[in-house]
């Protein structure tokens, strides 16, 4: 019995990997390694059938696009600045939440709305926020009701800031859930001795609650941050990337060379530098986490 | 004697209302302008509270094409869910169990995390001239694949999570029982991280409910989920926002009911990091 028993470990795991990696290997790594075939290769299939072999052309291209490059730098201000403001606010929100909020219930209901952005669709969010920014729309009606004048929220200048603040409105909530998280689980007792201590909050906060969440922050930034490099549902369904290229964020980008206008070797060559930065991104993030 | 003002208290309340303002306030004003007729939608002052409840907007999203899309959505992220967690329980028991072996050491563990990392949109366009290639663009079929396939790495860390979590010694103790691998697995270990299980289906299942941009690639015509139809209600001279409103108070249901039942699991799932 034993020996059949010792035979059978090392097999069970390929028995159990194949299904998965079946999956995997036809829908995500056969078309991955497809895309750099033809990456190297000039293609629109709406001009024309033909493939031509270009080698590396399209790799160089891709770093001299002004557009993709200004795409990339409008991803580090509506990344940066948008999720450092959830981190802050997020932070905030849940020491708040468990500083001030005694009843279990009522803290437990609060924590619920807070999170419910963060449950629906990108592309309901999107439209939701957009009946009430439009020139026409929610915002600017009160504001006029008020006597105020309306503001042009998706103006050349301020669309991507407007986009940023739907993004605040609805990922704040994963910030505040790690945070909260994190915070519930510092052990009470060492809040009470600094407090028989004497200690001030202001004290207590930087030197107890902020070391402690010093790590699962960390990860929250990079998992924001990752998330809101990949999504392009708000741009999308917001903007469309306008007026001009004002909201233009790579993900956009490449989804308009990829299938709007169908320059798809240029798309899978930007899809391959897209997709390679997002995994150094999340070797950074896998290494913190092992550190922790 | 004077009690002594408590401005950090003050202020932190002030913050929590301020924030649950701002959150509630789109959610509020969505559910009241689907209640609203087309006309009302524009005026100025808006109407805060809806005087008379105008079902005009539901009515149109479950006599047209609305109702297709959201039954689309539904099985599509019911049936894909149902292939990623029994791929994933598959993937995590043997990552769990068997973290040796070339397919399941800490270099397959992390690839497999990669598939999740990569944007979407960087997959779509080999995967959206595959689908293409073999006539299946727009099908229930290419969707679900696909959609699996993205989901299969959360699946599977989310009940690796699980998984770890339980002790060896009680599988060990089903052998000595006489149990077979089969039986320990659906007898012992399943049944054990059953609430661990159902959150993984609510959290794999609500993804795809919200995913967007792979259901208006890879769909649109024959099979469209209703996240690739509310773009489409805005186009055409008059856009018709208390249609929009309707279908989003719709979709957001699930999204609420799960939050709702799963909410310790969210806090859980975010401790582990």
Redesign the interface.
């Known amino acids: 019995m034993f020996g059949k ?1 010792s035979k ?3 097999k ?3 028995y ?2 194949i ?3 079946l ?2 290997w ?3 790594i ?3 390694l ?2 750099i075939y ?1 990456s190297f290769h000039d293609w629109n299939p709406t001009i024309s059938p033909e493939r031509t072999f270009v080698g590396l052309q399209n790799y160089i291209n891709v770093f001299r696009d002004e557009r993709f490059i200004g795409a990339l730098l409008r991803m580090l201000y509506y990344s940066g600045v948008g999720v450092t403001i959830q981190l802050v ?1 997020g932070t ?2 849940a020491l ?2 468990v ?3 005694r009843s279990e219930r009522l803290r ?1 209901f ?8 963060m ?7 999107a ?6 920014i439009t020139d ?1 729309g ?1 915002i600017n ?2 504001l ?2 008020l006597g105020l004048n309306p503001i042009g929220w998706r103006s050349r200048e301020l669309a991507l800031t407007t986009i940023m603040i739907v993004d605040i ?1 609805q990922w704040t909530a994963l910030p505040l ?2 945070a ?3 915070r ?2 510092i052990p009470e007792s060492l809040y009470e001795s600094s407090r028989l201590d004497g200690a001030s ?1 202001w004290l207590i906060l930087r030197k107890i609650t902020l070391p402690y969440m010093r ?2 922050l960390a ?1 929250a930034f990079l998992l924001r941050f ?1 998330d809101s ?5 708000k741009v ?2 917001m903007t469309y990337g306008g007026p001009g290229t004002a909201t233009e964020l790579p ?1 956009f980008y ?2 308009q060379t ?2 709007s206008y169908f320059k ?1 070797g240029y ?2 060559a930007m ?2 530098i ?2 390679i930065i ?2 150094v ?2 070797f950074i ?2 290494r913190l ?1 092992k550190a ?1 | 004697m004077r009690k002594k003002i408590n401005w950090g208290r003050g202020l932190g309340i002030t913050a929590l209302v301020v924030y649950g303002i701002f959150i509630l306030f789109p959610i509020y004003w969505t559910v009241n302008t689907s209640f609203k007729e087309i006309g009302d939608v524009y005026k100025v002052p808006p109407s805060f509270i809806p005087t008379r409840f105008i079902l005009d907007a539901y009515r149109f999203i479950f006599q047209g094409t609305g109702r297709v899309a959201l039954f689309n959505s539904l099985v599509v992220a019911a049936v894909s869910t149902a292939i990623a967690v029994v791929l994933g329980t598959m993937a995590s028991y043997a990552y769990s169990r068997y973290p040796f072996t070339p397919l399941t050491n800490e270099g397959a563990q992390f690839n497999l995390l990669t598939v999740r990392m990569f944007p979407p949109i960087a997959f779509l366009l080999p995967i959206f001239w595959m689908w293409k290639r073999f006539g299946l663009l727009d099908t229930y079929f290419a969707l679900i694949i696909t959609y699996t396939a993205f989901n299969l790495p959360l699946a599977v860390w989310l009940l690796k999570g699980f998984m770890d979590a339980l002790p060896r010694s009680i599988e060990e103790a089903s052998y000595v029982d006489g149990y077979s691998f089969w039986q320990t697995v659906r007898r012992v270990v399943l049944p054990l991280i059953g609430s661990g299980l159902a959150a993984t289906v609510a959290l794999c299942w609500i993804f795809i409910w919200n995913e967007f941009i792979i259901a208006y690639l890879l769909g649109g015509r024959n099979v469209i989920l209703y996240t690739a139809y509310l773009p489409s209600l805005r186009r055409g001279m008059r856009i018709m926002w208390n249609q929009i409103a309707a279908l989003s108070v719709l979709a957001i249901i699930p999204s609420i009911i799960i939050l709702v039942l799963f909410r310790k699991y969210l806090v859980k799932i975010y401790l582990r990091g």
């Open positions: 028993e059978r470990i090392p069970t795991p390929y159990l990997m299904p998965p990696q999956l995997i036809v829908v995500v056969f078309p991955l497809w895309a033809i606010l905030a929100i708040a939440l500083e001030y909020v437990t609060l924590l619920v709305l807070f999170l419910l952005p449950m629906m669709a990108e592309a309901v969010a439209q939701m926020w957009t009946l009430l026409t929610t009606n009160i006029i009701w409105w859930l790690i909260y998280a994190a519930i689980s909050k790590v699962p990860i990752m490099y990949k999504f392009l549902d999308f369904i993900t490449l989804y990829a299938f798809v798309g899978a899809s391959w897209f997709g997002a995994v991104g999340m993030f896998w986490a922790q």
